[in-house]
């Protein structure tokens, strides 16, 4: 593909974003999606539009997103919202400043040398199967032992001071931000508690709860208030999940109901007893619900009372009159043995996994170890299929694999967009069904808050993804390509990763491109969940409730952005100086993020579920 082919399927990616952000001006402004692009808005009592749907310019937005302050952020989702701005903030000036010094200096000097026509004379293979175009902007266009060299080293020590200056400044704003939060006066019941797990053996006659409190007591005699033992749940859980299921039930029916009267019929539904209501009695759907609904709640109640006297637990919840007592009991050591009163700061309650708070200290270090392995021989055995998606996935390849395709791959309109995206579409399909084991894999280590489950499962997706898209494309592509010369001169294979670093640039280039086009134009039209809420909404909701659960605002799914973000600032920071035509690249993706993601966080999507 030659450097026309790769312009027009930027101009492609483009026009795909331009055309998302016409459908989010558009559909934003029609009366029945107000709950899907302003639910935090409605949530919070607030008015979708200002000024009337009719009145509201279609691109009010960018102007709301660019005026909003840091405070208006912190007011509408959490501080955790506001260290995530002041990230994009930070890597968008790293490439800013960088790309001042390098596009007018580095361009240059590459692009008047003559490294690429006297290496074309001698290998058959210059680029990797890339854009010569392109290479003769990078250092692959600079001679062997050339002076100009230094000029790329320079520009090197630029880039590293310039990232140490802001990220230094970054580190003392977030810890400002901090202390200030900490420092509020908005009191929060997680900060008076603290969380306690490995409990030792209670003595004769003496209940958990005993236990803990005389500890404690003695420990803190001035400011101990109370301490709540955890219990195995899980026979109350399940018969609570019943109870909720037919309270869901009920209002569904007596919905029903109510718009059958509304058309004159007044017919009460019915169903069936059996296996999925498919079999079984007959009978009026209101009122077996009721019967249902009281019988779960007597057994709820008693086995309530049975939890809490037989199936206490070896961790605690303990709480106190002040929180900076809370806070010095969190960071101090309560016993002599490690695995005996392991004390940290409580999560917030929604952020507790039951589950994990009664696993045993030795248990946990086992768990985490097995892990560490799982991930380990996922990362590494993920890079096998990785590297083959990466050489097989394009036109040439595919040609040779499947020819009844040929056909199809030789329409010139759809061949210059698959040359471009096939290879990348198929990584990012690829990568999409991991995140979900890291999770689970974070979650059983023992972990015992939700918002640890995903920074854990964050930071294995985070080596994941540079072990096996950024180190994996790259070695992985120029070994498949080069597999009769390596077999020929197996000492010149380092030679051979070498030179292929800048031709692999336009991979990186493409890959970049359609994460911020397509992917955030996507984020911003909302064009699938609003398809499914339509959906929902015509076959599936009954009542409000089912209603309200069908448009509320999702998270943002900290545990795959921010290592994907990373995974873009490793690879434009490490080839800004090899190929620095990626820095454009690199800006456009974090100032689109930072004005989306704005946008995200005063209308649709909750930044402070975690």
Known sequence: MDFSSFLTSLGTSFVIFIVLMVLFAWLSTRQGNAVVYYPNRIVKGMEPWEGGSRTRNPFAWIKEALSSSEQDVINMSGIDTAVYFVFLSTVLGILVLSGIVLLPVLLPIAATDDGVKKNEHTSNNTSNGTFSDLDKLSMANIEVKSPRLWAFLVATYWVSVVTYFLTFKAYKHVSALRATALMSNEVKPEQFAV???????????QTRKQQVDTYFKSIYPETFYRSMV????????????????????????ESI?????????????????????LCGKKVDSIEYYNEKIKELTQKLEAEQKVTLREKQQGSALVFFTSRVTAALAAQSLHAQMVDNWTVTEAPEPRQLIWSNLTIKFYDRIIRQYVVYIVVFLTIVFYMIPIAFISAVTTLK??????????????????????????????????????????????????IPSGSHVIRAASGKYFYFIVFNVFIGVTIGGTLFASIKTIEEKPNSVFDMLAKSL????TFFLTFVALKFFVGYGLELSRIVPLIIYHLKRKYLCKNEAELREAWFPGDINYATRVPSDMLIVTIVLC???????????????????????RNQVFFPVNFSAY
């Not at 969380?195 to 006659?205: E, I, Q, Y």
């Not at 035509?581 to 989306?596: S, T």
Request: hydrophobic share 50%; aromatic share 10%.
């Open 575 to 597: 080839y800004s100086v090899i190929a620095p035509v990626i820095i454009p690249f690199g800006v456009l993706y974090f100032a689109l993020g930072w004005l989306v993601l």
């Open 502 to 505: 800048p031709g692999n640039a």
């Open 230 to 253: 955890v219990t195995n749940n899980k026979e109350v859980d399940k018969i609570w999940g019943e109870l909720e299921g037919f309270k869901k039930k009920l209002a569904r029916a």
């Open 257 to 277: 109901y109510a718009l059958s009267q509304g058309n004159g019929q007044g017919t009460r539904p019915t169903n069936r007893t059996g296996f999925l209501g």
């Open 195 to 205: 969380l306690v797990r490995d409990l030792p053996k209670a003595t004769s006659g």
């Open 397 to 446: 390849n595919l040609r040779k694999l499947l020819p009844f395709l040929k056909p199809i791959v030789d329409i010139a309109a759809l061949k210059t967009v698959l040359e471009a995206y096939l290879p990348q579409l198929a990584l990012i399909i690829f990568l999409a069904l991991l995140p979900k084991f890291l999770l689970f894999l974070s979650k059983t280590e023992g």
